[in-house]
């Protein structure tokens, strides 16, 4: 471990001292003025591009977290992610040096990816869990004599949440022209799943049908509460033999760090020598196919 670290003190030293001399000699010959406001474009471009690779990236973890139903602060769960990945690569590096430190995060990365995909459309299923109160909101609101726009702003700054933000967005395109029709396009769009379209389309005929708008927002509020009960109940009924195929996934994962970490033997044969790593990734490799497999047959959708 200390020759590692001395390696990689060294290798960080040499570097520094090549990047200074690249700087002396760039100042000593120093270009033309033409090249100079070049090069300075170039730079900029370069900037800019770095500075989009990361928005696009934040949005996207921005996106992976919302999805699966993760809540707080986007940049502690980042953090959190990576002190987990260093004190995993530390670990395997302990014990058997680099090739170890990129088999372990070979192995995290695989039961990271496993957790995504057990977590996708959790958040949406939560998001979607608050359609019937938003329906029930808006329909008081109609019986107190607001109209269609008034119960939904009324509605959505009671309830808050995702949808909540899309309704509000909506009474604004209403404020700016739009009919209420068109207004709740980019909602559903943004959204397409059955909920959404049944709520939104309760709204549209509220709107457009006449009678007793209420009443029928009451009962596709009604019928979102049966369907939403009736998957409810498949995944409990699920739970079970998705909690016995998370224990079989994690169990050997769990176990082979457990032994690495105890005995230095075992880490050595796993992650020091070439038949080690293989076997290592063709069962981690194993174990994922297996965790997936397992999940498509007990999942509930």
Known sequence: MIAWVGAVAAASAVAALVEALRRSLAVEVSPPAVD???????????????????EVVARWWVATLDDSGVEGDPLRWARVLVL????????GAWRAGPAGAAT??????????ASRRALRGRGSRRADDA???????????LRSGLDVVGALRTAAGRLGGRHAEEVLAVTARVGRGADL??????????????????????LEVAVEAGGSPARALDGVAATLRDRMA???EARALASQAQASAAVMVALPLVFALGSAASDGDVAGALLGTGGGRALLAAAVGLDVVGGLWMLRIVGPE
């Open 36 to 54: 100079r406001f070049r090069r300075a474009d170039r730079t900029g471009a370069a900037r800019l591009a770095r500075r989009r690779r990361r």
């Open 84 to 91: 987990a990945a260093v004190a995993v690569a530390v670990l």
């Open 104 to 113: 372990l995060l070979g192995a995290a990365t695989a039961a990271a990816l």
């Open 131 to 141: 359609l019937p109160d938003l329906l029930d909101h808006v329909g008081r609101g």
């Open 181 to 202: 029709g068109r207004a709740l396009e980019p909602w559903v769009a943004a959204h397409p799943r059955p909920a959404v379209r049944l709520a939104v389309g309760a």
């Open 230 to 232: 009736v998957a409810s």
